[in-house]
């Protein structure tokens, strides 16, 4: 399967049936571009390798007019987004059209694509421009090798505080490329030890050899930045935003960081969060914070990205008022405006920390002169660790399609990050994923996770594709063409984020996950802590009141959401018990109660993974074989995870409640 | 206050009221023990050392008779247990006899003992003989300078896998000595890594030197050892202990051993327990195992101590009959009589591992014809880790004075670990104490938890001291002899072990505690696990029933205990939960619901604890700074750990029962 040591992903370009699409793909002619420009180059090259093994011919190019096969022209006359491009198709000539470098990317991986998956060329008449502006990954790797929350193996950046930048990097900005990601945070948020060091003289040579490679995919290289650094690397003894001193140490490292890497695309910054140094620190804003670093860096053309994950992690269970969901934007919300223009507040999808169903943050929609970049995560924290199966990206969608009413119409989450809130097109806006990758042989830890890493890019380059268009243009080009994988394997993925909710803590409360690891029922792991995660479950009754008569959460909300989830009545029953605290007798819309309603989902659960199991194991010899054996071991673990939640759950809310499963099934 | 840096803890030599003593020790004479001989060497330098510091006076030390003065004298008569030593004051001699150096060490320690606290050596007329033959101590030390279970700092053994053997060694034997210690294992149970080296070239010098140091002092060394260490040291592919080639090796192995370190003790084996491995991986059984070993160390007089710690540890908490209590039992009662004569069986003191109040465990008592030692831990691993103060004597106590009916009479736990169940005194059983000391300056973490360092040797070689005898002992030479801080002191020690009972967890049910950290309350942190650790608490009541309807885990003791315990209504009320699921309405003897009686000694634990606090304030300028110090902030780390335990308990039976408190206290 692998021509590496490691899968090629979705670039694996099988050997298909061409559909006649061989006519379109065998002459190229550029219009407008240079051949030799590094990422015209990688296009040209990517477009020969496909084309090579997915038809088996060999692609030649020219300039000049041609009557047949594929001009790819510079478009001058409507300028667009940045990755824009059109494709269209008349009388066995294909067009490929794009204002810069990277459309004519994005362009050759979607003809790609259209091979791939076994689509027809002919007639292609589309036009494609970029969702988000700002499409990034952000990784958590550590210098030392380790990935915060990583579920596949090892860093393939870095290994005992060095770089490694090899083929497998190279792969990786292809793989990039060709969902249309443009740009990357390689080292974790939480800055410590060596990564302090990355805007040093110790690593620039590599974060500028890397940042080059990536810029070949039209790529740009971010780092994620310690707020403290003047004080850990040798400049004045504070990080005060406001002090003189501090000002001028970031002045000159900056002015020494883009002299050595001037690709650079910005930084990422976690400040005053979970132990991190900020501008709290010294009694300034967040906005005195990223205004100072945003104002050096500005003359270089770079960003500061700003993490909103502001919350007092030590709180007292004890206090039913301070809410941890609040804290965003209550942190935020008021120096809305303040910001300036080079700086992105990235905000995570959720109140809370991306379980497997929150409510959208209310900072999306509340903040109304601030740019916003909103972060979801694919690393499967919460979400099943890469071994259960979870595809996100219907969970991403109804994120996207959000309604805020922050003004009249187009007020969707998608329409704030994709530039929308301004008169023209604001282009600092856009959406990040923590992502699941490794040095593992799959890439994701199990591989069917690798339909989030696709997907997520996918998505953000384009919101109107539906979660089953994405996943299956996903399946057949990593696993299979044929009608039957493509149809049973949608069937494990499209349900399977709601399957894991079933067997997990439900109706939006989220957490009850074994306390640091967050794989794994605990029910009360998080109740009796200082992270701002109860439950508050007790004998009559489940959930936290975040109405007007709890800790008004609810109103942090433009109306008629704010009434809609502050009114039990109102409230989307799968975020109930995030909203309300609920008594286990309360008669749901399906007639059932709460309680038997937590019974129920936990039983069908458990049940709809055996099913996608026994969907699974009718694939042994359709799939490749490493990927079946992958995924069957991974099902096998999800399988024991599942029961155990199921009677973790069960019984914790039987014996606590003392009501019985109406159908006598067995609890502990 | 210390002359080194670190704390010379009970044997500090204050300047003391004299008391008159001063005349029984100026001149001292042997009689019929050599000066040169090196624990009588040690035993004359601790006595001048003694002397001068806290009587400013030199000793002078003779041979012949004498006037007046000490005459340490060689007993022939009656021979008696090894270490044992009469003192008798006439006329203004004092004469201790001894049959071995050691009983001249123990009786030199008892001399300063009494010259420390303040009491007078006239008219002295004792006699003492250890009562267990076997005083150990056994330290959970690895080799890289982690303890597992180490409140107090890192290893002063080991460090980077290298000894370390200086000043601060010899400090330690002479503590050991001090109280009666003669034998310490130096290494974790747990041996792993450079540890399993321990009986190689690469240690040999190292441990001969060590091993040599202690026998100054009357102390032999003991290792643990690994018993794969056939696989781990390039031997037979195998650990099978009916293997040949596998005896064969340990024969050659031994030999080299007993060679290098002809002082050394003999082995401590934990097997098949918590994934070490054992002889039930060759489907062999414990005695297999022990005997092999102990048939080989034999020649060399040493001995093999095999724990008896061998339960399930993967457990499914859906099995209500499955017990992890039963384990130790089952597992070892039908191979009584099969163990040879050197292996002795370390049985922990009860059924589950070291919590504030479990039962004594039934294999003491059960077995008839096998040499037996009990294991208690005076690290704090489940009882406060050293920040909070429990005095652990007056529960050892209990369980010594614990009536087994294994026979008519003479029938406690004392009795048996003290040699008693044979016709000759059986000489290969004793008492180990996992220890709590470390690298600290105060050797011990809180300093206070010296006094179970002090208080377990003490007890062990004296059963019928009581716990306050003890303590007053230790708090004399250790803090000060005005009798304010002595009451104090006591006021604070003798309670303390049922004050941290109060606000942990109820009525013998144990557990309670973080998962892995064993510090600070998780109600049900161990209710879903594979540890075997259940309270099995639901709406109506909580407890895991042990009678003969549930595990019968209570007939595995003798009657009339067996019945006792089974019974609900003659169940002692301190073990209730252990033995029975209890309603929470269930009305106690003091006339309290279970409930009420949950939430009453959770709110009186936090105000004992208070007390204890007030009253340490009061000592301020009575008792050294640093050792004030030291407790007040360990203080302040137990109120909060007791405040949350008692919230945390009381919500979660509030909650879990919906019973409200009778006195309408907050709740959360």
């Known amino acids: 399967m692998s021509k590496t040591p490691w899968t090629q992903l979705w670039l694996d370009y099988k050997k298909v049936n061409s559909k006649g699409n061989e006519g379109y793909v065998s002459n190229v002619s550029l219009e407008g571009f240079e051949a030799e420009h590094p990422i015209i180059k990688n296009a040209l090259a990517e477009l020969a390798l496909g084309v090579k093994e997915m038809l088996g011919q060999e692609i030649s190019v020219k300039t000049g007019p041609l009557e047949q096969g594929l001009v790819i022209k510079k478009e001058t006359t409507s300028p667009d987004l940045e990755g824009a491009y059109r494709l269209a198709e008349k009388s066995g000539k294909l067009t490929l059209l794009a204002g810069e470098e990277s459309g004519v990317l994005y362009g050759v991986f979607h003809v790609l694509r259209i091979i791939a998956t076994e689509k027809s060329l002919q007639g292609a008449d589309e036009k494609k421009s970029p969702s988000q502006p700002l499409r990034m990954m952000n990784h958590w790797d550590n210098m030392d090798g380790s990935i915060e929350r990583g579920y596949s193996g090892r860093s393939f950046y870095f290994r005992n505080n060095e770089f490694f930048i090899d083929e497998r990097t190279r792969d990786f900005a292809r793989f990039m490329a060709s969902i249309g990601i443009n740009g990357i945070v390689i080292n974790n948020v939480n800055v410590k030890d060596a990564a302090t060091y990355l805007i040093t003289e110790r690593y620039f040579d590599k974060v500028a050899e890397l940042s080059g490679l990536f810029a070949e995919y039209g790529i740009k290289l971010y780092l994620s930045l310690n707020f403290a650094s003047p004080l850990e690397l040798g400049g004045p003894k504070s990080a005060d935003p406001l002090n003189e ?31 991190r140094p900020g501008p709290f620190t010294y009694g300034r804003t967040q906005a005195d914070g990223a205004n100072m670093l945003a104002d050096i860096v500005k003359p270089y053309g770079a960003l500061i990205i700003w993490r909103c994950f502001v919350y007092n992690c030590t709180q007292d269970w004890r206090d039913y008022k301070t809410d941890r969901a609040r804290a965003q934007y209550d942190n935020f919300i008021q120096m809305d405006g303040d910001y300036h223009d080079n700086v992105i507040l990235q905000i995570k999808n959720g109140p809370m920390d991306f379980q497997v169903r929150e409510p959208v943050a209310p900072l999306l929609g509340g903040l109304k002169k601030t740019n916003q ?50 008169e023209h097109r604001n282009l600092n806006t856009g959406i990040a994923a923590v992502i699941n990758t490794g040095n593992d042989i799959y890439w994701t830890g199990n591989v069917l996770a690798a339909a989030n ?36 394997v949608l069937s494990i993925l499209l349900p399977s984020r709601e399957v894991y909710e079933r067997y997990t803590s439900p109706l939006g409360i989220g957490w009850m996950v074994t306390p640091h690891v967050h794989y794994g029922c605990s029910v009360d792991g998080y109740e009796y802590s200082r992270w701002g995660t109860y439950h508050r479950a007790d004998h009559l009754g489940i959930g936290v009141d975040r109405t007007d008569k709890g800790t008004g959460y609810a109103f942090q909300y433009n109306e008629p959401n ?33 309680i038997q309603h937590i019974y129920d989902t936990h039983f069908q659960g458990v049940e709809e993974v055996e099913a996608m199991i026994s969907c699974w194991q009718t694939l042994e010899e359709k799939v490749p074989a490493e990927y079946f054996a992958n995924v069957t071991e991974r099902f096998g673990r999800q399988l024991t995870n599942a029961k155990d939640w199921r009677d973790q759950v069960n019984s914790y809310f039987y014996r606590k409640s003392g009501i019985p499963d109406e159908k006598g099934r067995i609890i502990y």
């Open 453 to 488: 890493l696709y997907g997520f890019g996918r998505l953000a380059f384009e919101n109107s594709l539906s979660a089953k268009e994405i996943a299956e243009e996903w399946i057949r080009q990593t696993l299979s063409n044929e009608d039957e994988v493509v149809e049973k």
């Open 245 to 275: 001193e501090v000002i001028a140490w970031w002045k000159e490292k900056m002015a020494e960081v883009f002299t050595r890497v001037p690709k650079l695309g910005g930084f990422l910054v976690k400040a005053d969060s979970e132990g």
């Open 562 to 594: 704010a009434s809609m989830y502050n009114d039990i009545d109102t409230c989307p029953e799968e975020l109930l018990l995030f909203f309300h605290h609920v008594p286990y007798t309360r008669v749901l819309s399906t007639g059932k109660t709460l």
């Open 373 to 422: 970049m909103m972060e979801v995560q694919i690393a499967q924290e919460y979400t099943g660790h890469q071994i259960d199966v979870c595809y996100l990206i219907p969970m991403f969608k109804e994120i996207l399609e959000f309604k805020t009413y922050i003004r009249k119409e187009n007020d969707t989450v998608a329409d704030i990050i994709g530039g929308g809130l301004t």
